[in-house]
Nanobody
């Protein structure tokens, strides 16, 4: 079993900053791409930022120059530093990771896409 646990959400004023963390644990051999998505009320879930195992990144146009994604491979953790937050950044933020699990007595190598439980980010004065 693999779990992704997010932390760091909360309420912040416009122009403020937050740092989200997402730690993966469980049966992990390697982690491929990791990313952050968000879903605002009444809207579809959208990609915010992603990072490959080699450190290449990509961002949604709406967050470029304001958000920074990074990862600590030794800790199986991905971060999202969010600066200059705007009310339109308000959403539930979800962590995502593609994880390869090692074989067990009952299964072979297994790759799956995992999601965290989501953390609320609210930007309001």
């Amino acid at each position: 079993q693999v779990q992704l646990v997010e932390s760091g959400g909360g309420l912040v004023q416009p122009g403020g900053s937050l740092r989200l963390s997402c730690a993966a644990s469980g049966s992990i051999f390697s982690i491929n791409a990791m990313g952050w998505y968000r879903q605002a009320p009444g809207k579809q879930r959208e990609l915010v930022a992603a990072i490959t195992s080699g450190g290449s990144t990509n961002y949604a146009d709406s967050v470029k120059e304001r958000f920074t994604i990074s990862r600590d491979n030794a800790k199986n953790t991905v971060y999202l530093q969010m600066n200059s937050l705007k009310p339109e950044d308000t959403a539930v933020y979800y962590c995502n990771a593609g994880i390869l699990s090692p074989p067990t007595a009952r299964s072979s190598w297994y790759t799956n896409d995992y999601w965290g439980q989501g953390t609320q980010v609210t930007v309001s004065s």
